[in-house]
């Protein structure tokens, strides 16, 4: 298992944090191709990667979960006080849409063997 450059390192935090691979790129120094084969090729890379955005992600959600407490108990008061199901609803809504409970993102794998293994099965015969 190879180490990360900082230009790598620097690059995929850029990139976790929503950088353009145009503005990544350029901060790091490297070219967009170069980029561009690391994400594609460099599973060292991408797994970093892919650790750096399941590790924000983690930490967004546990940002929520402290709201979600209030949350619910303001949908509560809502569902309880309220005469119109259309504001019920959009309240309910709203609070798991925040949640993320009714969206499927995944994210790729942060380990490295099994990106390479995963990118070797898909030989395309085109």
């Not at 959600?61 to 949908?75: D, K, Y």
């Not at 959009?90 to 390479?116: C, M, P, Q, W, Y």
């Amino acid at each position: 298992m190879k180490e990360l450059n900082a230009k790598q390192l620097q690059t995929a935090v850029l990139l976790s944090g929503g950088t353009t691979i145009t503005l990544a790129a350029e901060q790091a120094g490297v070219t967009r191709v170069t980029l561009h084969q690391w994400l594609k090729n460099d599973d060292e890379f991408i797994a970093y990667l892919n650790s750096l955005k399941r590790d924000l992600v983690d930490s967004a959600r546990a940002g929520l979960q402290a709201s979600v407490a209030l949350a619910i108990e303001t949908i509560n008061t809502i569902m309880t006080d309220s005469d119109n199901d259309v504001v019920r609803l959009n309240a309910a809504k709203e609070v798991l849409n925040r949640a993320g409970i009714n969206h499927a993102h995944t994210i790729g794998s942060d380990d490295a063997e099994r990106l390479r293994k995963e990118r070797l099965l898909k030989i395309d015969f085109y």
